[in-house]
């Protein structure tokens, strides 16, 4: 199994950034992919930006140019740095794993963009 705990959400105006932290339980090596996913008010879950299992990234086309992952192996995280921030962005983010062929998931943290 793996634990995934993630931090940085909070309120912030429309044009300002966040980070956002995923630290998992196990090695990163170790997980085949991860990245973040958010589910905004009265929407479905949505992809925001992954690492593949190739070891290459995909982002939604509504993040491109102003959400950036990235991974620091050593200390088992994964980050996302949110720029020009759209109230559009409002959501809960998690974080998610796939590690032995399972999915697993972080418990949310609440993202409010404030127009």
């Known amino acids: 199994q793996v634990q995934l705990v993630e931090s940085g959400g909070g309120l912030v105006q429309a044009g300002g950034s966040l980070r956002l932290s995923c630290v998992a339980s196990?090695?990163?090596?170790?997980?085949?992919?991860m990245g973040w996913y958010r589910h905004p008010p009265g929407k479905q879950r949505e992809l925001v930006a992954l690492?593949?299992?190739?070891?290459?990234?995909n982002y939604a086309d509504s993040v491109k140019g102003r959400f950036t992952i990235s991974r620091d192996d050593y200390k088992n995280t994964v980050y996302l740095q949110m720029n020009s921030l759209k109230p559009e962005d409002t959501a809960v983010y998690y974080c998610?794993?796939?590690?032995?062929?399972?999915?697993?998931w972080g418990q949310g943290t609440q993202v409010t963009v404030s127009s």
């Open positions: 998610k794993a796939v590690y032995w062929g399972n999915d697993y």
């Open positions: 690492f593949t299992s190739g070891g290459s990234t």
């Open positions: 196990r090695s990163m090596f170790s997980i085949n992919a």
